[in-house]
């Protein structure tokens, strides 16, 4: 009976290689499909011990060719590449095709960049014999701690295109979020940035001509006229302070947050800002409750579930709440008791959460959280913006006010003296 030599790959994503003894491919293809893997590879075994020293060698060469396509890249990968890489590779998934195929073929469509060097390294370590999670745990720049504990658990519970396709509707979510976050502040960007460019010109080459005709009749100046000229004069002398400006409260921003209690601090204060901190709020534990509620259905322990969700909250106020929840879960207590303790979500989130530990059906409750809060953030966004637009424009009609009562009232007072 011929002896068939076969690669596949199990349910989890490991490749394996094998022999078979069939009497044809066909029955040694749905033999091997019998065993619940699937196949990628049969071959005949005909070939020589040679023959398989030069397929080993190929590989190797494969791999060291695979390396040396690898680009140089700055910075990791975006939450847009990855959010549709998740969408293609649950499609595939979801198709039937083998993980390492799908990875394959995602790969030779990916443009040259961080994502392509990532599943490079993730096709190597799955040939390799690593799991897909164990691989995509060395990709940090490309795959998070979130995303590497759900696919684990898809590996671990078998389903793991049900878990690729949660993880992509969860990522969808976020960045359809983000868009809405940016686009809302376009409008509102672009007037500030032209209004200040305006403003800029008329500082740097209209106040310094009407300086020069004052000087030149010897008027004697108002007080508001020579504020402005001064803030002219410092413009104009100092124009290269003006970047440095943003520039170092960003770099004073990035210090703070490094350190723990100086990141708490300016949190809190983010947070105690009228709208703005309620944006942010809501937003978060919308991003935290939507995160818990994908790893809770993906069969993440909780306890885990948490300590991920902690991590994504991006905010020091909620990171020391969530470590003070997963204290009490580890204690005994339930969740519901702990996070009324923290006081950083209303009421109804701690019901809703009480009813789902009690139902059982806490995943559920967390998605109808995070719905709740992102239609709230979006509410609260559209109403920022309308409040810019009439608060802008009151500021603009002081800023040109200013200007021209500074400079009308010498030249009334001169046309006054000359007549």
Known sequence: MPVFQYEAMDNTGLEIKETIDAPSEAEAQQMIREKGFFVTKITEKTQRKKKDDKTKTGAKQQTAANRKKQTFTIGGVSAKKLTAFTRQLSTLQDAGLPILRSLRILEGQAKPGALKNALMGVIED?????????????????????????VKAGEAGGALEVILQRLAEFKERAQSLKRKVQGAMIYPVAVITVATAIVGFIMVFIIPKFKAIFNDFGVELPGITVALITISDAVVNYWFLIPVIPISIVIFYKIVKKNKTGAYIMDRVILKIPLMGQI?????????????GTLIASGVPILEALSIARDTAGNEVFRKAFEHIHSSIREGESMAVPLRETRIVDDLVVNMVDVGEETGALDNMLYKVADVYDEEVSVLVEGLINMLEPLMVVILGLIVGFIVIALFMPLVKLLNDLS
């Open 126 to 150: 799955v040939e390799s014999g690593n799991t897909l999670s164990e691989a995509m745990a060395k990709q940090p720049k490309a795959f998070d701690n979130l995303y590497v504990n759900m």
């Open 280 to 292: 942010v709020s809501k937003s978060t534990v919308a991003r935290t409750c939507r995160t818990l």
